[in-house]
């Protein structure tokens, strides 16, 4: 496999991309030199069987603990159910595997891909058990992600880890409201075991007050009605706060068996299983975004820890990178996401490759960066060894 010079020897990250700089002499990158380098404090480097096991442990005593209250409430809990493969997962094994009855919840931000409703459907006609759309904050989902495109301004973080953050946050504060609504005490989410970045299994409970709004959600052109999507001291006054568990940080997880399982079921049609076909079209128009401004897919760091704690993963990241760069370089990598969400924003390609731009001249890496968006996204080929 043809690699650069100029990328680290032990990860995918690039000399000169998100702020890494990659040592001429031993061959690699801050990171891997360093593992303390930058590590910042809301990615979880450091988890280790003991977690997991003491996880599992409490994982098992929350779903006993649920059994033995069956019946005392109307919900037994909330599952989070985006449409995606691992929420149907999971709202399947609640109701037949620990035989509870959950309350699945979505969240519409109206950047939803129709795949990710159409699974919602058809599981819903296998899976009986109740279910709401919150719609209530499609208006500041787009405001929220427009800020985000306008303000971005670091040279080490890319805009889709700041925004995928921001806006999680919004969609737990909407389903935690949903909870104290419904007196419910145990919210599950179906984050897989790599989308781990800020949490580990749990997410604690004194995030959820004010916390996790924005400082921005102050400012222009945020209003009240934005704001009160979060929740406030006073709401919770009078409640037991649930808490929220991510149950695939800790038990067996395995893709291929999840696929299986919401395929072999019928949950969803075949195919519509695929994460590119249900994640958000926002994502489309950030990767953009991350690859033109910084020259690395997004999520290079966090695919680099992955492949740090795992070296045979390596090859998979870099031939995914060799595949999806150039699409993600035209926004062609699903065009029609990609144009949906800049729609919804407001906003035209040529204004996002000003932004880019922009930011890309102010950038002491600027060359090295030119280069690299080059490297995997020219159409010529160089001769294979
Ligand atoms: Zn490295």
Known sequence: MIEPEHMCKKCILLDGSLGVSVNASTGLCNYCEDPEYKTPSWWKTQITEEMRREGLKDWQQAIKRAQS???KHKYDCIVGYSGGKDSTALLWKMVNEYNLNPLAVTIDSGFIPETAFENVRDTLQKIHVDHVIIDSAKETFPKLYKWMFLHQDSEDRCLTTSMCEACSDLVHALVVKEALK???????FGYSPDEIRRYFYEIPQHEIIEEWMPQ?????????GDRSHFITQEEVKNHILPRILLPYHV???EEDKIVELVESK???KKGNSSTL??????IMAASFYDLNRYGIVPYALQFSELIRQDPTVRKKWVITMKQISPLIKQGKFNEQGFNFALEKMGMTKSQLSDLIQKQLDRDPNREKIIRNVKLFTSQRRRKRN
Do not use: A, M
């Open 277 to 282: 076909k249900t994640s958000c079209h926002i």
């Open 216 to 224: 921005f959600f102050w400012e222009d052109p945020f209003t009240k």
């Open 251 to 253: 038990v067996d997880y």
């Open 69 to 71: 209250r069956r019946g």
């Open 266 to 268: 019928n949950l969803v």
């Open 182 to 188: 419904q007196n419910i005490e145990l919210i599950l």
